[in-house]
């Protein structure tokens, strides 16, 4: 099956300093990814939606400067949080649709990213 | 948007024994029915899903049952492991359509050996 990969799978930063979360699919194209954020013992809540070649959409109450998504190629999309924070401590995944010739439209999971802010 | 809701929130069930988890959904839009599992400090993954078209489907010793009129679908799993412990979600949508995915609350299943 579709495999969706993500780096690191858990990082303990400084306060104020940036970090990049990885989100690769490695064995299928995608054109659309999803972030998303998760506190302990929580659902999982959708931050952004994005889109190769264009700008991600944000979901309301997510600051787009405070959480930067690229998605540069069809297989790699990037979530950068910057100046990070303790409250910004959290787990981090990604989901990729899957791609053109996909009939079913599945979602596919990163393995998460933890982030740890001192 | 759609509001998911899961029933229970944590179910303890004696190893060999049946577990039940009941989504229930807002949008009558949706035609798409997964259920995730999620361990410990990794991702969901899939465990099985069913359309709309389909009133129940059968994986070894999962599976799920959809009512659309009741708008409600649920996650059996029979004959429980140890291994089946975990948080299972529900998260219904229109595939090719809104693609926002919202996931139910979550349900803790903890198989008591």
């Known amino acids: 099956g579709a495999v969706v990969s993500q780096h690191p799978s858990w990082v303990i930063c400084k306060s104020g300093t940036s970090v990049k979360i990885e989100c690769r699919s490695l064995?299928?194209?995608?054109?659309?990814m999803f972030w998303y954020r998760q506190f302990p013992k929580q659902s999982l809540m959708l931050m952004a939606t994005?889109?190769?070649?264009?700008?991600?959409?944000?979901e309301q109450g997510v600051e787009k400067d405070k959480f930067l998504i690229n998605h540069a190629s069809l297989t790699l999309s990037t979530l950068t949080v910057t100046s990070a924070h303790p409250e910004d401590s959290s787990f981090y995944i990604c989901?990729?649709?899957?791609?053109?010739?996909?009939?079913?439209?599945?979602?596919?999971f990163g393995e998460g990213s933890r982030l740890t802010v001192l | 948007g759609e509001n998911v809701e899961q029933h229970p929130s944590t179910l303890s069930v004696q190893e060999g024994d049946s577990a039940v988890i009941k989504c229930t959904y807002s949008?009558?839009?949706?035609?798409?029915f997964p259920w995730y599992k999620q361990e410990l400090g990794k991702g969901p993954q899939l465990i099985i899903d069913?359309?709309?078209?389909?009133g129940e489907k059968k994986d070894q010793r999962i599976a799920v049952t959809l009512n659309k009129t009741a708008k409600h679908f649920s996650l059996h799993i029979t004959e429980t492991q140890p291994e089946d412990s975990a948080v299972y979600f529900c998260?219904?949508?229109?595939?090719?359509?809104?693609?926002?995915?919202?996931f139910g609350t979550g349900t803790r299943l903890t198989i008591i050996p």
């Open positions: 994005s889109n190769e070649g264009s700008k991600a959409t944000y």
């Open positions: 989901s990729a649709r899957g791609g053109s010739g996909s009939t079913t439209g599945e979602l596919f």
């Open positions: 998260a219904p949508r229109t595939l090719f359509g809104n693609e926002k995915l919202t």
């Open positions: 069913i359309r709309s078209n389909v």
């Open positions: 949008d009558s839009a949706s035609n798409y």
């Open positions: 064995d299928f194209q995608a054109t659309t």
